[in-house]
T-cell receptor
Framework: KAGVTQTPRYLIKTRGQQVTLSCSPI?????VSWYQQTPGQGLQFLFE???????NKGNFPGRFSGRQFSNSRSEMNVSTLELGDSALYLC?????????????FGPGTRLTVT | KNEVEQSPQNLTAQEGEFITINCSYS?????LHWLQQHPGGGIVSLFM???GKKKHGRLIATINIQEKHSSLHITASHPRDSAVYIC????????????FGTGTLLAVQP
């Protein structure tokens, strides 16, 4: 079974631009979570989606948004990029969201904002 | 104070040594995860625990719910074990949201 895939793997953007990152979960998984990893803050939770609904959101400004499609693929969008948004963005998929589940992480998208 | 604390932050060991990484948490949890992250970013889930002990190859994870503490042990360490080891917890409820520790950077020297 294919693992979690994320595209693109690397991205360089300029301050003020917007960016869309994509995550395809493992086939059959319906829950997708997004995380941001920076050297200063470590790993932080961004959002969680299940059946096209956002179930949970982390403490991030409204510039960070996301969505999930009917095939469980998920996208996250960051508008008006700031230098501090430079980070590794990871998504993780799991079967369900109603009980504790093992999460399977993608390789991440490394975003650099200049 | 972080809800999930790990120690040590950095650890250097000689090949073959027995290694222990500790994780303490201050909140109620439904599960605790041990994750491994190699240079380049990819994260692999090693264990998910809600009680007791799990073993996979040379890796052993234990959790003491009453003391809010978990340990990850690596027996007969090898240079390929060099990575960042991250402890993360589920707070419970209908969510997979994880709260992470700051990680332990392990270097195993040949």
């Amino acid at each position: 079974k294919a693992g979690v895939t994320q595209t693109p793997r690397y991205l360089i953007k300029t301050r003020g631009q917007q960016v869309t990152l994509s995550c395809s979960p493992i086939s059959g998984h319906r829950s997708v979570s997004w995380y941001q990893q920076t050297p200063g803050q470590g790993l932080q939770f961004l959002f969680e989606y299940f059946s096209e609904t956002q179930r949970n959101k982390g403490n991030f400004p409204g510039r960070f948004s996301g969505r999930q499609f009917s095939n469980s693929r998920s996208e996250m969008n960051v508008s008006t990029l700031e230098l501090g948004d430079s980070a590794l963005y990871l998504c993780a998929s799991s079967l369900e969201a109603f009980r504790r589940e093992e999460q399977y992480f993608g390789p991440g998208t490394r975003l650099t904002v200049t | 104070k972080n809800e999930v604390e790990q120690s040590p932050q950095n650890l250097t060991a000689q090949e073959g040594e027995f290694i222990t990484i500790n994780c303490s948490y201050s909140v109620g949890i439904s599960a605790l995860h041990w994750l491994q992250q190699h240079p380049g970013g990819g994260i692999v889930s090693l264990f998910m625990l809600s009680s007791g002990k799990k073993k996979h190859g040379r890796l052993i994870a234990t959790i003491n719910i009453q003391e809010k503490h978990s340990s990850l042990h690596i027996t007969a360490s090898h240079p390929r074990d060099s990575a960042v080891y991250i402890c993360a917890v589920n707070r419970g409820g209908a969510t997979n949201k994880l709260i992470f520790g700051t990680g332990t950077l392990l270097a195993v020297q040949p």
